[in-house]
């Protein structure tokens, strides 16, 4: 089993990225995808997560009409748009997949994890 995410980089606050977590080993569409991130010295967070068949999502406020989350199954990719990138952006970003019909955010009900990809967002 892997995740892989990519499209991680420096962007300046008001900017945008889009991030991409590729998934193999596994049955993909069966599962919910979630991004979480981890900034230095704070725990693993929730930001966002999308059903297995992609119709419905929960994001963190945080996050809430900035970012958006979407997959395609044919491509085994769930992609995470992130717009008006602040400071507080700033974090390791983690994609992870969940053997469920619900939306989880809590990291002990997932299943798979990606090694994570670096965003930080600085003038």
């Known amino acids: 089993v892997q995740l892989v995410e990519s499209g991680g980089g420096l962007v300046q606050p008001g900017g945008s990225l889009r991030l991409s977590c590729a998934g193999s080993?596994?049955?993909?569409?069966?599962?919910?995808m979630g991004w979480f991130r981890q900034a230095p010295g704070k725990e693993r967070a929730f930001i966002v997560v999308?059903?297995?068949?992609?119709?419905?999502?929960y994001y963190a406020d945080s996050v809430r009409g900035r970012f958006t989350i979407s997959r395609d199954n044919a491509k085994n990719t769930v992609y995470l748009q992130m717009n008006s990138l602040k400071d507080g952006d700033t974090a390791v970003y983690y994609c992870?997949?969940?053997?469920?019909?619900?939306?989880?955010?809590?990291?002990?009900?997932?299943?798979?994890w990606g090694q994570g990809t670096q965003v930080t967002v600085s003038s």
């Open positions: 992870a997949a969940s053997n469920t019909v619900s939306l989880p955010t809590k990291t002990e009900r997932y299943d798979y």
């Open positions: 999308i059903s297995w068949h992609g119709g419905t999502a």
């Open positions: 080993g596994f049955t993909f569409s069966n599962y919910a």
